[in-house]
């Protein structure tokens, strides 16, 4: 019997890492009061070229994150990587949000936002250089990330 994980309930899977990039609260407005449940975007990857992003809602945080990780690991893409880096700039626009990203300099590492840096990083990227234009919204950004990932061509 596989080994599970305490934090998601799933089987260990050690080469897989996640990271938590946001958890909101939100109520629904119902007759018999205001109904609470739990929203976690999450980013799962092999820090060897994969990455997925999952959006989890649960009446729970842990169940949230839980479910989350699982539609992140369903989800994974290739990300093409050359030393360390991406193979070619990509400026992408998904809905409210534009995301630049540029191969670094050898030695350069992780030179990007919040949002983008935990998809990169949890990709394997060693050197990238990226800009958030227009959006703060994280889940637009990390969405938007993923798609210019997946633009990328060898």
Do not use: C
């Not at 193979?87 to 992780?110: C, D, F, M, N, Q």
Request: hydrophobic content about 40%; charged content about 25%; aromatic content about 2%.
């Amino acid at each position: 019997m596989p080994k599970m994980d305490p934090q998601t309930n799933l089987p260990a899977q050690p080469e897989f890492i996640e990271k938590v990039v946001q958890i909101k609260r939100v109520s629904n407005k119902t007759k018999g009061g205001n109904q609470i449940s739990f929203t976690a975007l999450t980013v799962s990857g092999d820090k060897k070229s994969k990455v997925g992003v999952g959006l989890g809602k649960a009446k729970s945080v842990a169940d949230a994150i839980q479910k989350s990780i699982k539609k992140a690991r369903k989800n994974m893409i290739e990300v093409p990587m050359i030393n360390g880096t991406i193979p070619h700039e990509v400026k992408l626009k998904y809905k409210g949000a534009t995301v630049l990203i540029r191969p670094g300099k050898e030695g350069s590492g992780l030179i990007a936002g919040g949002p983008v840096r935990a998809v990169v990083e949890v990709a394997g990227v060693k050197d990238i250089v990226s800009k958030i234009v227009g959006s703060k919204n994280k889940s637009l950004n990390v969405w938007a990330t993923l798609q210019a990932l997946s633009m990328l061509k060898k």
